[in-house]
């Protein structure tokens, strides 16, 4: 209630009201402007409360904004320098990064993936960042599809358009160099992601370069040259061409001859048949299983991101591992010794491991002795030739020794080892693609 003072005329009280708008002599009395009607009516404390709570509020919460807009400006303006380095050349390094990448090593690189004609990008940045998101801003920003692999610290991370490079592929590309050390971990990646890449290099490649050289008036003067540069490269396109596909015929081979190594595994553990909760087992018979399904599995996934000839030597040492643990599993259920660890049957390394060893001499070589299954060994006592693997060749399927060693060579090093092989294989055509420094 207001009150009376000396000298003024007395103001009758009004009744409050809870009217949705008020008149202009009502905001007069609610709204005092001059020194006089002020001093008639102080502020009230909880009103100005309520009003400076919302306020202060507002500030702090705006002030956190304007504190994080700078970071986030940074990393968006990052993303977009590492996107616009990327359009011009498919390797960028952070300068904080160099001490780990030189440049020479860079330039090596962006030789491999140009010369690959493929839309392979590799960024090598220090930790700090997330990498899923960072790959999906790299691929927004750029604009253009292709596989995307960034070093951050000392872990790599990769992902790629589905049109370009199935998932999978990029997933066991990554697992196969994890452990490698830059700069030959980003290489070896490049090298198998290029054998399976589809589609062709961006057309910014190299622009960046060719603003302060001459390359560009000259072309632009001489049209013959430039007859002749076109007419080069397409000769060179329709043999890169033809590379690419000799090559991916000759992977479709060798996994079709691992696919029938896989199958003869598992038919060897679907035929022992054992059960973790069967009668007799044990911890060490359990294990012995386990390691023969690890061996399956990791024969699998290296088979799936296999990209060249050299990518089967994983596939076959894991089924030889494999080998021995079901070797080792089938004994313990008998009640026997478990063996010792020997290499795989000669004349068909699926066969399993050997049980011993016979004279072998290849066609015009000198006579050798060869690890050799049970099987193979009693037709052999029987006078019956042994059940040797065959492969496909340009004259047909032969007896896997007799391939071409640029091709197989690696598949018989996986099964016998870098040492084991040379010697048993001395004298044949395949052994000219194996390392020649165990005696013969």
């Known amino acids: 209630m207001n009150q009376i003072r000396p000298g003024r005329p007395a103001v009758a009280p009004r009744p409050v009201t809870a009217a949705p708008a008020r008149t202009p002599a009502v905001r007069a009395v609610l709204r005092p402007r001059t020194p006089a009607v002020r001093a008639a009516f102080p502020p009230r404390t909880p009103v100005v409360a309520r009003l400076l709570a919302p306020l202060l509020t507002f500030l702090l919460a705006l002030g956190a904004v304007l504190a994080a807009a700078p970071a986030a400006v940074a990393v968006d303006a990052g993303v977009r320098s590492v996107a616009r380095a990327l359009r011009a050349d ?69 992902r790629a358009d589905d049109t370009v490079l199935p998932a999978a592929t990029v997933r066991h590309a990554v697992a196969a160099v994890r452990t490698q050390a830059l ?38 003067v001489s049209g013959a040259f430039v007859l002749v540069l076109a007419g080069t490269w397409a000769v060179l396109r329709r043999r890169r061409d033809r590379r690419e596909r000799a090559r991916a015929d000759v992977l479709d081979t060798l996994r079709a001859v691992a696919e029938e190594d896989l199958a003869a595994f598992t038919e060897q553990l679907e035929a022992l048949d054992f059960h973790p909760a069967e009668p007799g087992a044990d911890d060490t018979r359990r294990a012995d299983h386990e390691r023969a399904l690890d061996a399956l599995d990791q024969a699998r996934s290296l088979l799936a991101a296999a990209l060249a000839p050299a990518d089967l030597r994983g596939v076959t040492r894991a089924l030889a591992e494999g080998g021995h643990s079901l070797a080792t599993l089938r004994a313990r259920r008998a009640g026997v010794p478990v063996p010792d660890r020997r290499p795989p049957c000669f004349f068909d390394p699926a066969h399993g491991p050997s049980a011993g060893e016979v004279t072998w001499a290849p066609p015009g070589a000198a006579p050798r002795s060869v690890p050799v299954c049970a099987a193979d060994a009693a037709l052999l006592t029987a006078g019956e030739p042994p059940a040797v693997r065959t492969v496909p060749t340009a ?46």
């Open 90 to 158: 498919p390797v960028y390094v952070d300068p904080a990064m160099r001490a780990e990448f030189s440049k020479a090593g860079e330039r090596a690189l962006e030789r491999r993936i140009e010369d690959g004609d493929r839309a392979v990008f590799v960024a090598v940045l220090p930790r700090g960042s997330r990498a899923g998101r960072l790959l999906d801003e790299l691929r927004q920003s750029t604009g253009i599809a292709g596989v995307y692999a960034v070093r951050l610290g000392d872990t790599l991370y990769a």
């Open 395 to 440: 004259l047909g399927r032969r007896p896997y020794w007799e391939a071409d060693p640029a091709r197989w060579a690696p598949w018989a090093t996986g099964w016998y080892g870098p040492d084991l092989a040379p010697a048993l294989l001395t004298g044949t055509p395949l052994a000219a693609g194996l390392p020649h420094h165990a005696a013969a």
């Open 183 to 220: 700069p030959r971990q980003l290489d070896a990646f490049v090298r198998l992601t290029l054998r399976s890449a589809r589609g062709s290099a961006p057309a910014s490649w190299g622009l960046g370069a060719d603003e302060d050289g001459p390359l560009v008036p000259g072309l632009l």
